[in-house]
């Protein structure tokens, strides 16, 4: 109901708006998002992966912060023109999308390569990729040509764990060991929503939900497994009197 | 109402003359909005002064009457199916009638209009074609829809293979068209003058193009691999048709051309480094099993059972990537939505499970969600004259969802206890100020 209040009002108070326009700078609009990544990549548990991987963010997580999904989307895809943030396609949901800072990536690639052999032609990949490609996978004709690596390099590209096999000739950019991420991730996300499943009613208050002692399921911290939850809509948000109700979803996959 | 607010002024600033006012209408707006004057006068003055074009006024009452959808207690659909509803057509030249189709096979025809002069109105059921006509289908009736220039007929296409066209008069079908599988959707061309094509989307992954005029199937539109749900013509040219089915596809077709269509929608733009190469080029990651032209013909919708409702540039089969999060669609065969007509932002209304959602076109937020249904809802229908949505479910309901009406102003409440409370119940529109005490 607040939400339509508030768009009676906006289509009435059109002359305001048209003031108000000159206010809302996109660059502002941009901090925002980075702020809000900033605040989810602290919530990720280095420690876990013995400082291997870098802090890894998924994109609905952003939904969960705010509103506007299409203008979140809108300024993930600008962050990743500049070569900022990297996007990767998790294995698991093909609308799952896990986002990392660029230099972050870049640190802990090179710190996971040195001593080996590959260190050269992954550091050849990285400086190709940063800052001009915002590509999620590359198919063969890319790699020879566009960026010119040799049959051998692209085995020791996929052998360092920065490509992944897709099919036959194509290959996905992927993070280094974050397999334990994603077995983590998937165990932690489906321990969390049996949570919330098997309180009564299935619903339960996500101040209460923070409360909880998680069980050893539950690797991450309890508030980056809530946002996920939020952000991918696998549980309903109610506002209520005593703070934000979550309920679970029927008809989900998990 | 100028007079009320020239008084307003008065009040507030008395040195202001009558001739500096009127010459500062934009501090006369200013005004209002300090002197907390309903916000919706303030269209209602730029109207009068020449201000705003009159269409504006009429947008920003559009939209605040969908904003203020809700359930009536006033006004009701007589209930006469005994099975799920499965689809409804209003038809456009007077929005008066409208057409249901039910899991019985059963089809209905009901009268919107209100000539009672009471506020309490059931929508009659004029004439049913019923469980014990010779001619009804046999099996659930899929989608009715009005022949586009006038209501002396309709065509309804059904599970018994068949799709038939009826005469309102005497509702016997004139004309008969027997197909090989279950039919799921068809549709007439609502702009069409030189050609009356029904498209026909059946189990088959050929579409079929059917005419009325000589009462064949003319033409077979080959393309897609999968079961075509659903087909919808575009309402800005008369040639272009588009076509969901099972397969994950949409196509759009000119069917004045010999070869195959014009292009796929691609959810990715293009961008085949996105998903897994099975995926490339579907417009969504499971069945596609809905699809809406927005009123001006430029952009479609499509939604697909991955839960997922896409807003496409019809022109060129763009992806405008609006993100409308997770839009639930279990449904096995094709959902109708709709979208308004003659608002500022435009709203999509989609059936989700036993409610209806309410999205902003193109903000992709949801804006309310419209409770009522006892089971799930499988169609709706936007009134654009008066706002009104119409949703009919397997709850065998048909629920008409009313704009709120508005409170009535300071002055008239006064005048109305003055006079008694009877005289609320009768709009002001139906009162006899014209007739003389001495007839």
């Known amino acids: 109901m607040n939400r339509k209040r508030a768009l009676i009002a906006d289509t009435f108070c059109l002359t305001k708006r048209r003031r108000c326009a000159a206010d809302s700078v996109t660059g502002e609009s941009q901090a925002d998002i980075r702020s809000s990544l900033q605040y989810l990549v602290t919530l990720f548990s280095r420690k876990l992966f013995n400082d291997s991987l870098p802090p890894v963010v998924l994109k609905h997580q952003l939904y969960s912060l705010h509103n506007d999904k299409t203008s979140v989307d809108k300024q993930v895809n600008e962050l990743r023109e500049t070569g900022e943030l990297l996007m990767f396609q998790l294995g698991f949901d093909s609308e799952a999308f896990a986002l990392v800072f660029a230099e972050d990536y870049r640190a802990k690639v090179l710190q996971g390569e040195a001593g080996r052999g590959t260190l050269g032609t992954v550091e050849k990949f990285l400086t190709k990729l940063i800052p001009s490609c915002s590509d999620l996978s590359f198919n063969k004709e890319k790699m020879l040509k566009e960026f010119l690596f040799t049959d051998s390099e692209i085995t020791q590209l996929v052998k360092s ?26 165990k932690g996300r489906k321990a969390v929503l049996g949570m919330v499943k098997k309180s009564k009613y299935s619903e339960i208050l996500q101040t209460e939900l923070e409360g909880r002692r998680t069980t050893s399921q539950v690797k991450f911290q309890m508030k980056y497994h809530i946002h996920d939850i939020i952000g991918a809509e696998l549980v309903e948000c109610i506002q209520t009197t005593s703070g934000t109700l979550l309920r679970y979803v029927d008809g989900n996959v998990n | 109402m100028l007079l009320f607010c020239l008084i307003l002024i008065n009040m507030t600033y008395p040195s202001m003359t009558f ?3 009127c010459s500062n209408i934009y501090f006369l707006n200013d005004l209002c909005r300090h002197a907390l004057l309903p916000l919706q006068m303030f269209f209602a003055i730029e109207r009068q002064s020449g201000l705003d074009d009159p269409v504006r006024l009429r947008r920003a009452e559009s939209t605040r009457r969908v904003l203020s959808l809700e359930l009536n207690h006033n006004r009701d659909v007589d209930r006469i199916h005994g099975n799920g509803i499965n689809t409804l057509d209003i038809e456009v030249i ?28 059931t929508c009659k059921a004029i004439c049913t074609v019923g469980r014990s006509s010779r001619h009804v289908h046999k099996f659930s009736v899929e989608t009715v829809q009005w022949y586009p220039h006038d209501t002396g007929m309709f065509v309804s296409s059904s599970f018994d293979k068949t799709m038939k066209v009826w005469d309102t008069e005497t509702l ?25 094509l029904v498209a026909v989307g059946t189990k088959d992954p050929k579409v079929q193009l059917c005419d009325l005029k000589s009462g064949s199937r003319i033409h077979i539109l080959q393309g897609h691999r999968g079961e075509i749900l659903s087909v919808r013509w575009s309402p800005r040219y008369d040639h272009i048709l588009a076509t969901a089915s099972t397969d994950s596809r949409v196509h759009i077709w000119d069917v004045r051309r010999a070869s195959g269509s014009l292009f796929t929608l691609d959810q990715h733009n293009g961008d085949k480094s996105k998903t897994s190469s099975e995926a490339v080029n579907t417009a969504h990651n499971g069945r596609v099993n809905g699809l809406c032209f927005t009123a001006d013909g430029l952009h479609l919708l499509t939604t697909g059972t991955d839960d997922r409702m896409r807003l496409w540039n019809s022109a060129t089969g763009e992806n405008t990537l609006v993100n409308y999060g997770k839009v639930v669609n279990e449904s096995r065969k094709g959902l109708k939505f709709t979208v308004s007509r003659g608002c500022s932002p435009e709203f999509v209304f989609v059936p989700c499970g036993s409610s209806v959602a309410v999205y902003g076109l193109h903000s992709g937020e949801l804006i309310t969600m419209l409770r009522g249904h006892y089971n799930n809802v499988d169609c709706c229908e936007f009134h654009p004259d008066y706002q009104e949505l119409y949703s009919g479910g397997k709850d065998c309901n048909i629920l008409a969802w009313v704009p709120v009406l508005r409170q009535p102003d300071i002055e008239d409440e006064e005048t109305n206890s003055k006079r008694g409370g009877t005289q609320a119940a009768i709009n002001p529109a139906f009162e006899d100020a014209w007739s003389s005490d001495e007839d």
């Open chain 1, 161 to 186: 764990g920065v490509l992944t096999v897709r099919d036959a000739g194509s290959w996905w950019l992927s993070i280094p060991n974050s397999g334990k991420f994603i077995k983590y991730f998937i």
């Open chain 2, 19 to 21: 001739a500096r006012v």
């Open chain 2, 94 to 121: 007077d929005g008066r009638y409208m057409l249901s189709g039910g899991s019985d096979g059963v089809i209905v025809i009901y009268d919107l209009e209100n000539n009672s002069k009471k506020p309490q109105y």
């Open chain 2, 172 to 196: 016997k079908p004139a004309e008969e068209f027997q197909f090989d599988g279950n039919v799921y959707c068809h549709h007439m061309s609502p702009v069409a003058r030189k050609h009356s």
